[in-house]
């Protein structure tokens, strides 16, 4: 018997949930003055914005069908589930109804890969075509770009969504083929970097015609799943670090191994601990925004990140030699490695000592996390507490200021510090 809309859609939007790979677009797609719908200011957030308001998409999978047989895969061909597909129209009137009732602000659409990857590609580029162009949806679009599609279907893909992603699964190539035989790197590193060029192109022809279109305003972004393979989170970070600089990703997301079924391929674990991936955005946060290289966060001495600790307070620990920081005469790079001191307190600071010395009450005025940064920092009328206190007194009293487990969407609202 053929299932209804409502069963599909409760079947494919539980099968989406573990694709972590989509947040803030980064897009500013404005509406036009018979659509519907926009992606300015807040953009579209996969949960949270930065001011943990929460913002809804429609998520699903277009089908779950899969030729695949990924192990940590709950679509894996193997695996005993109940299957469907959507039409591309039942996505498309979804989309365009949820929104008029304003339970959604966007789209982020996934598929599991059925005959092969352009016939996948096309569907999902007729989706985002037909809400584009028939309906007039100005809202925000994230599509999965299928590894193995065509380089037309990739920039068909691009001129309509404002975010694709490629999700590159495994941190290294011996543990892809391991759990995915029929993968490998070079299945998703050649997407990304052919739409790392288009959307480079994109940008350059925009700067001599406004007219010229948009690729991917959003950029692109990937998933890596942690726990399910034996990688450190020095190589995890080190796999990060190079597609920042090498794909010029927007976002590499860590999604926690979950144990969906028993496979002799999958390692007999729990759940990874949530902790885990907390840190992890954490560290990857302070590559982006804090001017971290990734041996200074983990090394081959420590080559897992501190679940005890964030990982700029443990870097401070380690490198007792650079503090105290005297907060009235350090540099912008200096400041930004104190535990505590976040990229707007640290702004803060080189504006309000061009006026007058600053003392511990100024600096808790301007909001940097006092309790963790005082034993780091030099200010006028203050005696360090280094000084008086052994490394492993402070480590023990900073130990309960580690954050407790949260949605990784969220870590921005903590100032990071």
Known sequence: MALSTIEKLEILSDAAKYDVSCASSGSDRKNTKHGLGNSKNMGICHTYTPDGRCVSLLKILYTNFCIFDCAYCVTRKSNDIKRTAFTVQEVVDLTMNFYKRNYIEGLFLSSGIFKNADYTMQRLVRIAK???????????????AIPGASDDLLYEAGLYADRLSVNIEMPSEKSLKKVAPEKSFKDALEPMSYLKTAISESKEERKKSRKAPKISPGGQSTQIVIGAS????????ELSDDLYKGKNLKRVYYSGYVPISSDSRLPSVDKTPVIRENRLYQADWLMRFYGFRVDEIVDDTYPDLDLEMDPKSSFALRNMHLFPVDINTADYHQILRIPGIGV??????????KFTKLREEHLKKIGIVWKRAQYFI????????LISKPIELISNEMKPLRLQSMNPSQLSLFGLG
């Open 130 to 144: 037909k809400l584009r162009t028939e309906c007039d949806f100005n809202g925000y679009i994230h599509l999965k």
């Open 230 to 237: 034996p990688e450190n989170d020095k190589q995890i970070l």
């Open 344 to 353: 707007k307190s640290a702004k803060k600071i080189l504006s309000a000592r």
């Open 378 to 385: 030099q200010c006028a009328g203050m005696i360090n507490q």
